[in-house]
C-alpha cells in the first residue's frame, strides 16, 4: 500500500511518514501543492494526505486539479483550519475526510485506512488468517490449529488488531486507543493483562510464542511455523 503526503511543515510530515512506515505502509512525500501535484498525477497511490496551506499551490486547488484529471485517489486532508466552513469547503472541493490539527496518529491510521478499504485498494474480507490463527469476523469465531478459543470481547478485539497487524510492531498506544476507544493512560496495565490472557490460552494449544514483546516498542503477532 502506497500512501502521498503532501506536507510543508517538517516536523509533521517526518511524524507523519515515520507513524506509517512503521505500519509497514510505503510513504512518498512532497512539501509543496505543484510538486504533490506532479507526483499525484504521474505516479499511482492508495490515498494523499492532503495539507490545506501549501505553498506554491493552494492544497484545494491541487484536490481541484487532480479531479479535473479524472483522478479519484481517496483524499484525506489535514489542517489547521478547523472551522465548519472550511471543513465543508474540503469535502465539496472533492476530498473524502477532513482531520484537523493538532490530532492523534491512531485516529489518522484509523481513518487512512478506512478510505483505502472503501477506495477498494483492500478488498472486503470477513475471515483472517495468521499463521495457525483464524478468525471469523461475522461470527466473532477464533482457531487456533483448528481448536476453538473462548475470548472475551476485548481480548477478540485486541487479537484482531494484532493480526491486520501481523509480524508488525504495534505500540502500547495505538492498540489501547484501537480496542478501548479512548487516550492511552501509560500508568495502566490493562494491555499487559489481556496479553497475558490471551497467551496462556496459546500457551493452552503448544503456541505461548505467538505473540512477542518487543521491549520498549510494543507487540508484535508472528505468524508461526
Do not use: C
Not at 478499504?117 to 495457525?132: K, Y
Amino acid at each position: 500500500m502506497k500512501i502521498l503526503l503532501v506536507e510543508d511543515d517538517s516536523t509533521t510530515l517526518d511524524y507523519i511518514a515515520k507513524g506509517f512506515q512503521e505500519q509497514g505502509y510505503g510513504i512518498e512525500t512532497a512539501t509543496d501543492g505543484q510538486s504533490g501535484l506532479v507526483l499525484a498525477t504521474s505516479h499511482p497511490f492508495d490515498l494523499i494526505i492532503l495539507d490545506r496551506m501549501l505553498p506554491q499551490l493552494d492544497g484545494l486547488k491541487l484536490l481541484a486539479a487532480l479531479r479535473a484529471t479524472g483522478n479519484q485517489t481517496p483524499v484525506l486532508i489535514l489542517s489547521a483550519l478547523s472551522h465548519v466552513d472550511e471543513r465543508v469547503k474540503g469535502l465539496r472541493a472533492g476530498g473524502d475526510d477532513y482531520m484537523t490539527k493538532p490530532f492523534a496518529f491512531s485516529e489518522l491510521l484509523v481513518r487512512a485506512e478506512k478510505l483505502m478499504q472503501r477506495g477498494g485498494s483492500v478488498p472486503a474480507n470477513t475471515h483472517m488468517h495468521v499463521g495457525p490463527l483464524s478468525m471469523e469476523l461475522l461470527t466473532r469465531s477464533v482457531t487456533l490449529n483448528g481448536q476453538e478459543l473462548q475470548l472475551q470481547p476485548k481480548e477478540f478485539l485486541l487479537l484482531k488488531y494484532l493480526m491486520e497487524h501481523a509480524n508488525q510492531v504495534v505500540s502500547r498506544t495505538l492498540l489501547f486507543e484501537a480496542v478501548w476507544d479512548y487516550h492511552f493512560d501509560p500508568r495502566t496495565n490493562v494491555i499487559d493483562v489481556h496479553i497475558a490472557k490471551l497467551r496462556r490460552k496459546f500457551e493452552e494449544l503448544g503456541h505461548g510464542d505467538l505473540i512477542e514483546t518487543v521491549r520498549g516498542a510494543g507487540y508484535r503477532l508472528r505468524k508461526g511455523n
